[in-house]
T-cell receptor, first 116, second 114 residues
Framework: AQKVTQAQTEISVVEKEDVTLDCVYETRDTTYYLFWYKQPPSGELVFLIR??????QNEISGRYSWNFQKSTSSFNFTITASQVVDSAVYFCALSEEKTNDYKLSFGAGTTVTVRA | EADIYQTPRYLVIGTGKKITLECSQT?????MYWYQQDPGMELHLIHY???????EKGDLSSESTVSRIRTEHFPLTLESARPSHTSQYLC?????????????FGAGTRLSVL
């Protein structure tokens, strides 16, 4: 079964629009971590954020913000006032303490295209 | 910023050739990983290592092999490349302690087997 579901395959926006990427996860562990990574066209994965299962505080970093809700098993990511440089594939990932010894399970990714 | 390096970045090779993809990190991380990623698709773990002389197969079956003789070096080898091996291969590393589990990735190797 898919542990991490990113239902949006592709999102296309015009510059300065906000864009929200959905991530729904599934786990039976009580201790787990959630991640977002960015993969620009050059191919490398860039770490953006890690959240542990005991910290449901939302976080903001510049134009990026994350909304973690355990009640709905979701960890959504919003880019505010998008820019062309935000065009990339974004991956949500889950790391479980007991089930998977902290290895990462990735979602299928969401391709974001920001048009000028 | 991650200090993990993969070479080559791009490789086009004929069927039947033996190839080795290099991965090195300078962060002193004990854990290292290899992922395979087809274009536009999710990443699949094919090998991992928790330290020197430790290697394990990942979730996705792969005909490749790995070795971990030095902490900083985790090469991946294909004895006889086939077109089905065409993919992007990403290497990552993280600290040993479970809670410090951020994986840092290299730039990847894009392999094409003709």
């Amino acid at each position: 079964a898919q542990k991490v579901t990113q239902a949006q395959t592709e999102i296309s926006v015009v510059e300065k629009e906000d864009v929200t990427l959905d991530c729904v996860y599934e786990t039976r562990d009580t201790t787990y971590y959630l991640f977002w990574y960015k993969q620009p066209p050059s191919g490398e994965l860039v770490f953006l954020i890690r959240r542990n299962s005991f910290d449901e505080q939302n976080e903001i970093s510049g134009r990026y913000s994350w909304n973690f809700q355990k009640s709905t098993s979701s960890f959504n990511f919003t880019i505010t006032a998008s820019q062309v440089v935000d065009s990339a594939v974004y991956f949500c990932a889950l790391s479980e303490e007991k089930t998977n010894d902290y290895k990462l399970s990735f979602g299928a990714g969401t391709t974001v295209t920001v048009r000028a | 910023e991650a200090d993990i390096y993969q070479t080559p970045r791009y490789l086009v090779i004929g069927t039947g050739k033996k190839i080795t993809l290099e991965c090195s990190q300078t962060m002193g991380h004990d854990k290292m990983y290899w992922y395979q990623q087809d274009p536009g698709m999710e990443l699949h773990l094919i090998h991992y290592s928790y330290g020197v002389n430790s290697t394990e197969k990942g979730d996705l079956s792969s005909e490749s092999t790995v070795s971990r003789i030095r902490t900083e070096h985790f090469p991946l080898t294909l004895e006889s490349a086939r077109p089905s091996h065409t993919s992007q291969y990403l290497c990552a590393s993280s600290e040993r302690q479970g809670r410090s589990n951020i994986q840092y990735f290299g730039a990847g190797t894009r392999l094409s087997v003709l």
